[in-house]
C-alpha cells in the first residue's frame, strides 16, 4: 500500500488555465498580427494586388498554410539564432537574429501571396512589428497577473 496521496492523470483547473492563456498567447501575439498585416497590406497598399490562386476556399486554406509555416519557422529560426549567437552572453543580439531570420523567412512566404515583393516586403515588416509589440505588451499582462514573492515550498 502506497502512503500519501496519489497524483490523478486527470488534467486540473491550473492545466486548462495553462493551455487557455498559450492558445490565447499564439492567437493574439502571432495570429491577429499575421492576419492584420496580411488585410492592411492587401487593402492599404496601392500595390498589395494578391496572387491569382489567393481567392475562395483556396485563400483561407493558404493564408492559413502560410501562417502555420511561418509559426513553426519561428521555433527553427529562434533555434539558428541560439547557434549563432551565445543567449547568455548577447541576449539582445540573440533577439535581434532571430527576428531578423523570422522576418526573412516570413517575406519568402508572403511572396506566395503578393504579386509585388514590396508589399510582402511591408506585410513581413508589419507583422514583424505587431508581433513584437503585442508580445511585449501580453508578457507586461502575464507578468503582472502572476503572484511575486511566493514561495514554492508552502509546507513548513
Request: proline fraction near 3%; glycine fraction near 8%; charged fraction near 15%.
Given at each position: 500500500?502506497?502512503?500519501g496521496?496519489?497524483?490523478?492523470?486527470?488534467?486540473?483547473?491550473?492545466?486548462?488555465?495553462?493551455?487557455?492563456?498559450?492558445?490565447?498567447?499564439?492567437?493574439?501575439?502571432?495570429?491577429?498580427?499575421?492576419?492584420?498585416?496580411?488585410?492592411v497590406?492587401?487593402?492599404?497598399?496601392?500595390?498589395?494586388?494578391?496572387?491569382?490562386?489567393?481567392?475562395?476556399?483556396?485563400?483561407?486554406?493558404?493564408?492559413?498554410?502560410?501562417?502555420?509555416?511561418?509559426?513553426?519557422?519561428?521555433?527553427?529560426?529562434?533555434?539558428?539564432?541560439?547557434?549563432?549567437?551565445?543567449?547568455?552572453?548577447?541576449?539582445?543580439?540573440?533577439?535581434?537574429?532571430?527576428?531578423?531570420?523570422?522576418?526573412?523567412?516570413?517575406?519568402?512566404?508572403?511572396?506566395?501571396?503578393?504579386?509585388?515583393?514590396?508589399?510582402?516586403?511591408?506585410?513581413?515588416?508589419?507583422?514583424?512589428?505587431?508581433?513584437?509589440?503585442?508580445?511585449?505588451?501580453?508578457?507586461?499582462?502575464?507578468?503582472?497577473?502572476?503572484?511575486?514573492?511566493?514561495?514554492?515550498?508552502?509546507?513548513?
Open positions: 500500500m502506497m502512503e496521496r496519489q497524483q490523478s492523470d486527470a488534467a486540473g483547473v491550473s492545466d486548462w488555465m495553462k493551455l487557455l492563456g498559450f492558445a490565447a498567447s499564439v492567437l493574439l501575439g502571432m495570429a491577429l498580427p499575421f492576419f492584420l498585416g496580411v488585410v497590406a492587401h487593402r492599404l497598399l496601392p500595390f498589395g494586388e494578391l496572387n491569382s490562386w489567393v481567392h475562395g476556399w483556396r485563400a483561407v486554406l493558404g493564408i492559413l498554410g502560410v501562417f502555420l509555416l511561418w509559426f513553426f519557422c519561428t521555433y527553427i529560426t529562434d533555434r539558428m539564432a541560439t547557434l549563432l549567437i551565445d543567449k547568455s552572453r548577447h541576449p539582445l543580439l540573440h533577439e535581434c537574429v532571430g527576428e531578423a531570420l523570422s522576418l526573412l523567412v516570413l517575406f519568402a512566404l508572403m511572396s506566395s501571396l503578393f504579386t509585388a515583393w514590396q508589399a510582402a516586403l511591408l506585410c513581413a515588416v508589419l507583422t514583424s512589428i505587431l508581433t513584437l509589440l503585442f508580445g511585449l505588451a501580453i508578457n507586461r499582462i502575464l507578468d503582472r497577473t502572476e503572484p511575486h514573492g511566493e514561495s514554492k515550498d508552502i509546507a513548513n
